[in-house]
């Protein structure tokens, strides 16, 4: 890799060159940072602990949690570090072993959106049939297979990046690795790199994609065969914070990755990979969590026995 490269390192130049804007953007993201990963922590920890949350739909929740915090700390505490010090500099090892991580939880991300889809479109649609086809042996293999699936594609993704040639200017108009920024920088032939983007990435990102489309078809089908009102709208609240985010995170990584590397915009891109890499995993427990009625009870009934002997 060395012998291929004559950069050892890379200088992320963050989000502005403004000390003043540079302190308020530190403690704004360690605040929301802090409270994002106290209040995912809580979500795990009670979907472990309360027996009534030992279902199918949070049982995908508490990974989904566990990824946003993975996320989270993957580019966080390194734009920290860049808006704090002066130590803008990231080893090139190091910033590949970055975008391996962060390509693979974000293809996790899709994966367990598309799982979230699926059990909502069981439970509304076929609910008489909702154990035999959502029990704890498929989760369990559906989540694994996620996994595995997401880490071997962003082991590809990551091996043909560092394969490239890094022979110029070695500042990164970002705040972490991305590809984007990676592969612009790159005085070697990309084609190969952006093709493979949007071809097998495409297929990644597209494949859980139309299925969430396909189940929310489903859904909103059943949803509209309800005849009571009350019925119908109970129905669609549960799927209202899955759709929102469904809609935030697609949106915002269509934009950043599937269109030509000649159109990439410094800062239009950074604006966008900080709502995709930062303020959505921030703004996952608040919006499907913390919203959700039985995690409330059960945070509310944590609370009343914390400090008495009552089983949760």
Known sequence: MKNRNHTTEFILLGLSDNQEHQKILFVLFLFLYIITLFADVIIITLIMIDHKLHSPMFFFLSHFSFVDICILTITVPKL????????????????????????????????LLALMAYDRYVAICDPLHY??????????QLVA????ISAANALMHTLMTSELSFCGS???????CDAPPLLKLSCSSTSINELLIFT???IMLLGPFLFIIASYVGIISAILRITSTKGRSKAFSTCSSHFTLVALFYGSVFF?????????????????????SILIPMANPFIYSLRNTDIKMAVLKFIRCRNRSCRI
Request: proline letters at 1%; a positive charge.
């Open 80 to 111: 920290l570090d860049i808006l704090l010090s002066d130590r803008k500099s990231i080893s090139f090892s190091a910033c590949i072993v970055q975008l391996f991580f962060f390509f693979c939880m974000a293809n996790i991300e899709f994966f």
């Open 256 to 276: 950043m990755y599937f269109r030509p590397s000649t159109s990439f915009s410094l800062d239009y891109d950074r604006i966008v990979s900080v709502v995709y």
């Open 200 to 202: 097998e990435g495409g």
């Open 131 to 140: 154990t035999s086809k959502v029990n704890k042996r498929v989760c369990l």
């Open 145 to 148: 297979s996620s996994w595995v």
């Open 170 to 176: 070695n500042q990164i108009h970002h705040f972490f």
